[in-house]
């Protein structure tokens, strides 16, 4: 797995802990987009994109947000569900969408987007400079069909 592309676009405020937003592509073939990167208390880290996890309504089905007391469709008061906590004890209130699921992968993705990171940095220091658009942010790489990686399957691991 080899990242071919990583697209920053910095987040307009400075003072605040999101940095910006980091879109990859991997293997020339496959997209992720709407990456944080993020100032932690210790080092700058990145965040998958994620997702909200959600409760329906017991009486009209509703997807609601599981601090919500009121459902937003229809007003009924909510009943309070055991919430998820992660192995830290933290309330688990979002879940990741796409993530790597092992260690030299997640290093990757994290060292070339930090590595992207740094080079928009340096570029937004210089005379001229006009970052991205979230037009640009979102476009995909024009690829031709000759151009596109053969798919090969999953390779097998017995």
Avoid: W
Avoid at 56 to 84: I, P
Avoid at 111 to 126: F, P, Q, T, V, W
């Amino acid at each position: 797995m080899f990242v071919t592309e990583v697209k920053i676009k910095l987040a307009p405020r400075a003072d605040d802990k999101l940095l910006a937003f980091a879109s990859i592509t991997i293997d020339r073939c496959f997209v992720v987009r709407d990456i944080k990167i993020v100032q932690g208390p210790r080092a700058i880290f990145i965040a998958m994109p994620s997702r909200k996890i959600t409760d329906h309504c017991a009486a009209c089905g509703t997807k609601n947000h599981l601090h919500a007391f009121f459902c937003n469709h229809c007003g009924l008061k909510l009943r309070r569900r055991e919430k998820r906590q992660d192995e830290t004890g933290r309330l688990k209130l979002h879940a990741d969408i796409a993530h790597p699921i092992n260690v030299r992968c997640r290093q990757a993705v994290h060292d070339a987007i930090l590595k992207g990171y740094a080079e928009e940095l340096e570029r937004s220091r210089k005379p001229g400079y006009a970052p991205i658009g979230q037009d640009d942010l979102d476009a995909g790489p024009e690829y031709s069909d000759a151009g596109t990686l053969p798919f090969r399957g999953i390779p097998s691991v017995e």
